[in-house]
């Protein structure tokens, strides 16, 4: 007797669903070779094809449709025999993208404090430009991202709200006042750097990276060093024991946009949202703190709509 092993049933079902083998691999948490040898391997033992290579993107022979529809009550059955003996649901990994900007936040112990709600849920970050992670988001290799930028984005977002770039310093730094400025920075996909070159730039100021690193550790210890200056939002500061440079003879810096975006669709929204809303608790100030006092930060981002 043929046995199909259930793993190559699921990674067919996974394929046609996101209708993309990108997108199966990574809600499987595979590689995409992974997935191509996998089907391959089913339509082996099968005998025959499953996918019609002649038609765009993920299409179904009419066979195929028949050994997916079976696939799919094979694996409810599959899943309801783990599950009567209270074996453990199937982990889900939520791919979640942070900026540098806000490395070294309390993300962490949020994440810790979800999983006591959600036990099944793995997390895998990554922190890239805001392009790329958006671009993540629509071809579903993100499932959440933090972005900061120095406009509103185009998308929508689940939470947004304006935070206000700011210069720190340390008690030792030291600026050349005709020599270019010394840039700390989280590299070149970083919003804050990309907020003060554009700054410097506009007064026609230089700018000398000195020093970059993906540790906010190391980037807090260079500035406290006097290596040089960076922008951080104003919110952020308090967390570090650097300080903003008020007066700082540089140039103004603009309000940012620092948002929460999340996919569409997909299996456990319920969660998704709910760790959206809980990574804005700890990210987006109550009050943000300026000349003029101190203001609320509202929520500009389109309420959810509930039920």
């Known amino acids: 007797m043929l046995n199909i092993p259930t793993e190559l049933l699921r990674t067919l079902v996974a394929v046609v669903d996101l209708r993309s083998f990108t997108k199966a691999a990574a809600s499987l948490g595979v590689t995409q070779p992974a997935v191509s040898a996998q089907i391959k391997r ?14 765009p993107g993920v299409s179904l022979l009419p066979r195929g449709e028949m050994v997916v529809t079976h696939a799919r009550r094979m694996l409810s059955i599959n899943d309801q025999i783990v599950q009567l003996n209270g074996g453990r ?5 939520l791919r979640v993208g942070i900026p540098g900007d806000f490395a070294g936040v309390k993300i962490p112990a949020t994440l810790a404090q979800f999983r006591k709600r959600w036990p099944d849920i793995r997390f895998s970050a990554t922190a890239a430009s805001l392009e790329n992670m958006q671009r993540g988001l629509r071809q579903g290799d993100l499932d959440l991202c933090v972005s900061i930028a120095s406009s509103k984005p185009a998308i929508e977002a689940t939470h947004l709200w304006i935070d206000q770039a ?15 400025v010394p840039l700390v920075s989280f590299g070149e ?17 230089d700018c000398d990276f000195v020093f970059t690193s993906r540790s906010i550790a190391s980037l807090e210890a260079a500035v406290l060093a006097g290596l040089g200056v960076m922008v951080l939002p104003r919110s952020r500061v308090p967390q570090t024991a650097l300080s903003v440079w008020e007066d700082a003879p540089l140039p103004e810096l603009p309000q940012l946009y620092c948002g929460i975006y999340l996919r569409e669709g997909g299996d456990n929204r319920a969660a998704l949202e709910e760790l959206a809303d809980a990574v804005a608790e700890v990210l987006r100030p109550r009050l943000l703190v300026t000349d003029g006092g101190a203001a609320a930060i509202p929520n500009i981002a389109p309420a959810r709509a509930s039920g």
């Not at 700011?166 to 270019?180: F, I, K």
């Not at 907020?195 to 026609?204: D, F, K, N, P």
């Open 42 to 55: 089913l339509q082996f033992l099968l005998g025959y094809e499953l996918l019609d290579k002649s038609a």
């Open 89 to 93: 649901p199937t982990a889900q990994t």
């Open 166 to 180: 700011v210069w720190v310093r340390s008690d030792a730094t030291q600026l050349d006042p005709g020599g270019p």
């Open 189 to 205: 996909d970083c919003s804050c750097r990309y907020t003060a070159v554009t700054a410097l730039h506009r007064i026609g100021r």
